[in-house]
Structures are given as structure tokens and as C-alpha cells.
């Protein structure tokens, strides 16, 4: 492997590199770095998160600007806050030797003055999310109209974001005969599409296979009911004292949910979302890099400024809506040459998309079990035994080793040594005494099957993909709303205008009576009860118009269903009630909560004993 100053790099960024402790350039910065400096060139570069990308384009753009003009020569769009001041940092490293370097951070959250008066002074570089950056364009703070560098990076979190058409505004201010540099972990076909609009004859680099998954991360995964979901994020932490870790949720507002439950049962945790104000989120990811947070419950979104080394578990809570976002996860851990495990907590409904993922990674998972209270506690034990063995004596405590002797003048080695780690396997012990088994067995049938039965009821609902709605999002939907639990809603089955779903027949009178005048985005949602099973072969029918004369739906050809409008609509406040909450995005924090079987997790006592009790073990910090 060649070395930097191979690559043609100039001092003043060998002397940089050398500071920071750089020895060997990365796969991506020893495939990039010579193409960009060698030729005026668009480029396309694949390559997985922590890979070293930044430095892939940091240190070329840094290599061609004039440091002695004030013009804005480079911009950089990334989709995160977080990921928008890393990368600013970052340059500023590499560049800390230019001398009259001007590296400018432009994001939402922050003083829009005085991010334009930085600008102002002569910045020759601007890292922006495209957001604010379209902001400042409109009302003339920035001119980059001279710019000869572009770079997109994470385009494809960009593009998933909602990105599209505000980078193609900002790069309508451009040159048209700018350098544009194209840098995602995958390629989706929105990615290629920004590729063909915005590139001429654009380079090619693909580190690994396209979307392939970084060979130091292992993928596991663990089958559990929903309702025991949390339980097994518990136990899976408690098998690994030494974690540290990223746990992903789909919602801001689950993320926020699981990391208060975590810290209201004595983990290390915080929670990263889009709903954290800028100086949240900046102490949070402090703590993160610190330590000082073991377990950090992030979005995907908020996820993409982590760039900690040293991160050992990525465990998937909930699986994202698209496959590809996983590779984006399991990035996460294994990073800087390191190994890492990435993780999947999931119910029978979700086992098949572990295929899917598979194929995308490229990659197996294996199938895991989770463990039991036995084993957790031998891991805890002797974890705490390795502690003790490497602790490094301090003497300061010889001052007190006559009074703590005294005590233990008729206490034997053996049964001192019983006495000491007591203290914490007792509570762990006691906890994990009568727990259940978390574990159940994978389906052999097609998705949901294993699930069906007698006792369950088909539903026919009248929103389909057209309403925004894939299977994931419309189970999710109906669990949200009904308060129900993941597994409670299965057998979902998408198409353009409608849709059908199953539960248990318990529940039929509830979600019968819930849809009663129910309204979604100004429409009614029609739910009826269908003599249909969920077979593969149905037809699609016409739509046609009920007893009341308002119109429904197409729906499948034959099907006899009974509508929930029996009811009437004497709970019309209640509903507009219901309605409101779903508009807004400010359901009621009532639901159920799953997986509380195994109880919460009790605060360590103050007490010094270290007596158990009814208190459950507190992590210790690292």
C-alpha cells in the first residue's frame, strides 16, 4: 500500500497527516485522492461510512484552492447537522497548516448572522446542510457562483431526506464547469439519477461491492415477540458489560421513548433525534465520545453525524423502512480496521426482511439466541472479576487497611471473596432469577403465516401505496392509532388503493368501533371485516359506493366484508379527538407499553451494602 505522501499530497497537509497519526491512506483515499489531483474530473465514489471519505475529498479540495483568496472556491453538502460541523472540523485539521484558511459551517439550529459573517470574512470552503444553505442563497449571504468544487456527501441520506430538489436548486447557483464529487455508502437509483443530471463522464470508484456491508462487522440477529422487544435490548446489554454502543429506532418519538426507559433502569443513555435543539444535541454526542453514555438511542437521520471509532454494538431495535439503510447502521462499529457486531431484535413478521438485507450486505446473519438470566449473570460476574484483577492498587488506602481488617479478621479468603462479589452478582441474580425465555422459533411458512389462524380476523381498509402507505408503514400505522402491539397487526397486504390486514378476533368489536368516522388527511378511513384469508390470488375489483353514497375504494373482486359504520357516529368528538392527534404528529403518549413482563429496572440503592433487595443493578459507567 502506497503512503501519502505517495499520492502527491503537499506538505503542508504530509505535516497535517502526520499530527494527527495517519500512517497508511484508506482503500477510497488511495483510489480517490490521485484521480481528483491529477485531473479536473466529476467523480463517483462508493464506499462504506467510517471508510475515511472525508479525507478522500478533504484533502485534494485542500490541495487545488487558493488559500489566498478570499472567493469561496469548495462547497460541501451533507445531510446532517452533526455530520456538517465533523466534517468542518475535520477540513480545518487537515488544512491547519494552510495558513489564511477559512472553513465555514452553515446549518439550521445556529445564528443564521453569524454563520453569514463568517462567510463574509473570505471563506474558501463551506460545509452546509441544504436547508439553511438554500436559505442563505435566497437572501444573498453567501455567493458561490465561483465555486470549482462541489461535493455531495452521504448522497444518498441526502436524497432519502427529502433533499432532492433543494440540491438541485443550490447547484443552479453553480458553474456549469465545476468539479462534482459524489461520495454514499450506497447507490440507489435516485443517487444515480443525481449522478446523470449533475456530472459529465463522472469517474467511477466502488470500495467493496456497491451497497456491500464492511468486512470487520459480524450481523446477528434475535427472535422475539414484540411485546418482549425491550426486555431483549435489556438483556442483550447486560450479556456485554463493557458495550458501547448506537441503538436505532425508526421514530424520534420511540427513540426518545427507549433511551428514558434505559435511564429510568439504570443504564447509561441518551437519546439523538431531529426534535433536540442544536445545543442538546451537542452535549449529548459530547457525552457519547466521551463515554460518559454507553448506549446511545438514535434516528437514522441524527445517526449520520456518529463518527466514533471505538463503537462496539450496533443493535437494530427496529429494522429500518428501506434494506439500505442498514448498511448506514451496521456502518456505525467496525470502523478505523476494528471489528464490530451488528445486531437485529426481531418478531416473526420481520424474519424475512433479514433476507432481504442479506442479499443487499451480501452478508449472512447468524441466528442467536437470547441469553438467559443464567448466563448473564456468569458474564456479569466474571467481568467484574477481570475489573478487580487489572485494577491498579491505590495506595491511598493504606491509611485505612487496619480498620477494614479488623473487620475480617475471622472472615477466611474464600469466604471474603464470596462477600465481595455478592455485592453484584446478588442483584443480578435475584433479577434474573425467574425470568422467561425471550426466545421463539423462526416461521417455516411464507410472511406471517405462522401467525394466522381460526381466532384471527382479515380486515379490509381503504388506504393503499397510494396514500404513502408499504406494508411496514401501514402496520406501524395501525399500531400506532389502535395502541396495539407490533405482532397484534399481521398479514399486512399493500396495494395501490387498499389494503388488508389481520388481528386477533378479540380485538375485532375495538377496531370496528374505532374507525367509525374515522378521517385521515381529510378523508374517511373505511374498515370492514373480509370473508377473504389472505390468499395470493385475489383480484382486484371496482370501486363502488355505500349505502350512505360516499365513495369507496377499489377492492378485491368477491369479497364480502361488513363495515364498520354500523356502529353510527356517536363517538364523533372522540374521533375528531383521534383525528387530530394523527394529523399532527402528537398521538397520546398512553399507549401500551411493550415488554414489561420482566418489570422495570430499579435504581441502585444509596445504600452501601449493595443489598439487592427489590432494586435491580445499576449499569456501571466505563
Known sequence: MSTFKDLGLNEDLLHAISDLGFIKPSEVQEKAIPILLESETDLVALAQTGTGKTAAFGFPMLEKIDVDSRTTQGLILSPTRELCLQITNEMKQYGKYCKGLNVVAIYGGSSITDQAREVKKGAQIIVATPGRMKDMISRRLVDISKIQYSVLDEADEMLNMGFKEDITDILSHTPDDKNTWLFSATMPKEVATIARKFMVDPQEITVGNKNESTSNVSHEYYLVNARDRYQALKRLSDANPDIFSVI????????????????????????????????????????????????????????????????????????????????????????????GISMVIVSKSEVRKIKSIERIIKKEFVKKDIPDGADICEVQLMSLANKVNTTEVNHEIDGYLEKINSLFEETTKEELIKKFFSVEFTRFFNYYKKSKDLNVQASQNSRDDVQYSENSTRYFINVGSRDGFDWMKLKDFLKEILELGRDDVFKVDVKESFSFFNTDKSITPKILEFFTDYKYEGRFVNVEVSEDRGGRNRNRGRGRKDDGGKRRSSRGGGEKRFSSNKSGGNSSNRRERRNSEFSGGNRSDSRRSEGRSEGRKPRRSDSSSGEFGSSRPRRSRR
Not at 248 to 265: S, Y
Open 248 to 339: 436505532f429506532c425508526r421514530t424520534k418519538r420511540d427513540t426518545q421513548k427507549v433511551a428514558e426507559q434505559l435511564i429510568e433502569d439504570g443504564y447509561s443513555a441518551g437519546a439523538l433525534h431531529g426534535d433536540l435543539s442544536q445545543n442538546q444535541r451537542d452535549m449529548v454526542m459530547k457525552s457519547f465520545r466521551n463515554q460518559q453514555i454507553q448506549m446511545l438511542v438514535a434516528t437514522d437521520v441524527a445517526a449520520r453525524g456518529i463518527d466514533v471509532d471505538d463503537i462496539t454494538h450496533v443493535i437494530n431495535y427496529q429494522l429500518p423502512d428501506e434494506a439500505e439503510t442498514y448498511t448506514h447502521r451496521s456502518g456505525r462499529t467496525g470502523r478505523a480496521g476494528k471489528t
